[in-house]
């Protein structure tokens, strides 16, 4: 079975200080790894996926299939970042469902 | 390009009564997925469609949910009769084919089941 486990609930740092959310995965074979972001009152959206290995409004996250994991991380953080994240994952025969976190309310405090 | 559409936005219901909700997914997307999100938790997919047909219903309520998109554009969800634990934003999603991976959300429904 397929599993995202997003350990922090709730995460809180200062303007301009460095930011890493945590997400680990439980999948037998090859996934793909995504980050969604649900500002206040916005839908949600797509942030950044592993396979683009792109860096999204100064986000980056690293695949480590040794560790299984995606940590999300921000060198230095700012308000507008304020969000709900979720890590999700797809893949195999479920390819194109994606499996969620419980999510990560991040707040920047100015 | 417009977004996916839901509606309502939020409906409050009593225990045992019926409840419908609708979608209108991006414009020449395929794949159209609903999910369920329980507060504080992350979104539980319910059910797939590719066009018209379902893909995966694996984790839906079948003795009280229901879903159809019968022209393979629009979908509607339903459940009959909500329970309490029914209470959730129910989010619909779309994308253009299920191999494309970026998944576009609506602002989801929120029900309140009293």
């Known amino acids: 079975a397929q599993r995202v486990t997003q350990p922090e609930k709730l995460l809180s740092v200062f303007k301009g200080a460095p930011v890493e959310l945590k997400c680990n995965y439980s999948?037998?074979?090859?996934?793909?790894l995504f980050w969604y972001v649900q500002y206040s009152r916005q839908r949600l959206q797509l942030l950044l996926r592993?396979?683009s290995r792109e860096s999204i409004k100064g986000f980056t996250a690293d695949l480590n299939k040794g560790e299984t994991s995606f940590h999300l991380k921000k060198p230095f953080a700012q308000e507008e970042d304020s969000a709900m994240y979720y890590c999700?994952?797809?893949?195999?025969?479920?390819?194109?469902?994606?499996?969620f976190g419980q999510g990560t309310i991040l707040t920047v405090h100015p | 390009e417009a977004g996916v559409a839901q509606s309502p936005r939020y409906k409050i219901i009593e225990k045992r009564q019926s409840v419908a909700f609708w979608c209108n997914p991006i414009?020449?997307?395929?794949?159209l997925y609903w999910y369920q999100q329980i507060l504080g938790q992350g979104p539980k997919l319910l059910i797939q469609?590719?066009?018209?047909?379902?893909?995966?219903d694996s984790q839906l309520p079948k003795d009280r949910f229901s879903a159809e998109r019968l022209k393979g554009v629009d979908s509607t969800l339903k459940i009959q009769p909500a329970k309490l634990e029914d209470s959730a934003v129910y989010l619909c999603?779309?994308?253009?084919?299920?191999?494309?991976?970026?998944?576009?959300f609506g602002q989801g429904t929120r029900l309140t089941v009293v």
């Open positions: 592993h396979i």
């Open positions: 469609f590719q066009n018209n047909g379902v893909v995966d």
């Open positions: 414009s020449g997307h395929a794949t």
């Open positions: 999700a994952l797809t893949g195999g025969t479920s390819y194109g469902k994606l499996t």
């Open positions: 999603a779309s994308k253009q084919q299920a191999m494309n991976t970026e998944a576009f």
């Open positions: 999948y037998s074979g090859s996934p793909e």
